[in-house]
C-alpha cells in the first residue's frame, strides 16, 4: 500500500508543479519450555507483556547485513502463550514489516495474513508455519484469511496455496464476499472461537478479528502505531464506531495492528521506505486508544487527525485511483 501511496506522492507533486492495545493469563512458567530454533528466525521470544516488547529494528544499510550474516532472516517470532505466535516481518526483508498473527486450535488453525513480498516469495513464511504447527499444534489444518488485501498482506498467497493441509481465501472481491456472507463470521477452531467483522475504509475488503482466547482484537491497517491511511471517510468512521461497540462487549487484552510505525516519542513518525526504526513504539494498544480515536472521527469532518500513537490521513484521488487500479487487476 504504501509503494503506491509514495507513487501517488509523486506523481501529485509533478502535476501540482505543472499546475502551479483484562484477559486471564498463563503463568510464564507454562511458557519455559519453548525450544523452537527455526534457522531462518531472527529470533523468537515469549512473553505476554507486548506492552514492553522491542522488535528488530532493521538496519541502516541492509546490504552490509547481508554480506556479512550471508543469509538474511526474514521473520521475527514472538510466542505469546502455547498456542498463539505473532510473526514479524523483518524490515531487511521488506520495509513494509508486516505483522502477521496465528492462532493454533484443537480441530484447526488460523493465520492472518501472509506478509509483504521478500526473496523467497513466502516460501520461507510456509515453512515457518508448518514447522509451528508440527511442533505446537494439535491440527496441520491451516485457515489462511486476510486483514485486508493491499499486497504487503497477502504476497505469500501463492507459497500457502500449494500445501495440501491449507484452505487460503484468496485476496479478491468475490471470495471474500463468498467467505464473509454475513456481517459477523464466527471460526470455530475447536477449543477457542474468533469473531471476524466486515470492517472497510482503509480498504474495502478490510476485517478485524477478535480471538476468545487470548481477547486479542486484531484491527490490521485500520488501527496501530502509525499513519493510518483511509480511502473512504465514511466508512472508515462506521467501522471504527462498530468496532468500538463490539469491543466495549468483550474482554480485551490488547488492540493489535499489522505495523510500527511510530518512534517512542509521541508524534514521531517513520519516513515510508525506513529500514531501520530504533526506539519504535509499543506494537501494543489498548480499548481506550481505540475509544479516543472513535471520538475523534465522530467530533471532525474528514481530515488528518493526530494523537501521540497514531495519525489518520485521507487519501487524495490520485492515492484512490491508483489503490482501485491494483484492486481492479485482483479482482
Known amino acids: 500500500m504504501k509503494k503506491i501511496l509514495a507513487i501517488a506522492i509523486a506523481f501529485s507533486s509533478v502535476s501540482l ?48 547485513r547481508l554480506i556479512k550474516e550471508s543469509i538474511l532472516s526474514n521473520y521475527e517470532v514472538h510466542q505469546y502463550d502455547k498456542h498463539s505466535f505473532i510473526i514479524r516481518q523483518n524490515k531487511c ?34 515453512e515457518l508455519v508448518q ?3 508440527s511442533k505446537y499444534g494439535n491440527s496441520s489444518e491451516l485457515l489462511v484469511i486476510h486483514s485486508h488485501h493491499h499486497s504487503d498482506h497477502t504476497a505469500g498467497d501463492s507459497a ?27 471460526i470455530d477452531l475447536g477449543d477457542r472461537e474468533l469473531s471476524l467483522l466486515k470492517t472497510p475504509g482503509h ?4 476485517i478485524t478479528v477478535y480471538d476468545s482466547h487470548t481477547n486479542w482484537l ?13 480511502k473512504n471517510w465514511t466508512d472508515y468512521k462506521q467501522s471504527i464506531a462498530k468496532i468500538y461497540e463490539f469491543a466495549k462487549t468483550k474482554p480485551v487484552s490488547y488492540v493489535l495492528g499489522s505495523h510500527v510505525e511510530m518512534g517512542q516519542q509521541a508524534g514521531q513518525v517513520y519516513k515510508i521506505g525506513s529500514l531501520y526504526q530504533p526506539d519504535e513504539a509499543s506494537m501494543a494498544m489498548s480499548l481506550e486508544d481505540l475509544q479516543g480515536l472513535h471520538q475523534q472521527l465522530q467530533a471532525n469532518e474528514e481530515g488528518q487527525l493526530t494523537a501521540e500513537n497514531y ?19 485482483k479482482n
Open 203 to 206: 480498504q474495502e475488503e478490510a
Open 17 to 64: 508543479a505543472a499546475c502551479a492495545n483484562t484477559s486471564t493469563k498463563s503463568s510464564p512458567s507454562s511458557l519455559s519450555g519453548i525450544d523452537f530454533n527455526y534457522s531462518n528466525v531472527i529470533r523468537m521470544s515469549y512473553g505476554q507483556d507486548l506492552e514492553n516488547k522491542q522488535w528488530s529494528s532493521g538496519k541502516e544499510d541492509c546490504s552490509a
Open 131 to 133: 514447522e509451528l504447527l
Open 218 to 230: 486484531l484491527t490490521g491497517d485500520s488501527f496501530y502505531p502509525g499513519m493510518l491511511y483511509v
Open 93 to 126: 526483508s521488506n520495509f513494509e514489516a508486516p505483522i502477521m498473527y496465528l492462532m493454533l486450535g484443537k480441530n484447526k488453525n488460523l493465520l492472518l495474513d501472509t506478509g509483504a513480498d521478500e526473496p523467497t516469495k513466502g516460501q520461507e513464511l510456509a
Open 160 to 186: 500457502f496455496s500449494k500445501l495440501a493441509n491449507v484452505e487460503l481465501v484468496a485476496a479478491n472481491k468475490d471470495s471474500f464476499e463468498d467467505f464473509y456472507s454475513k456481517q459477523e463470521v464466527k
Open 311 to 329: 495519525i489518520v490521513q485521507p487519501l487524495n484521488g490520485v492515492q484512490k485511483s491508483l489503490s482501485n487500479l491494483v484492486r481492479w487487476a
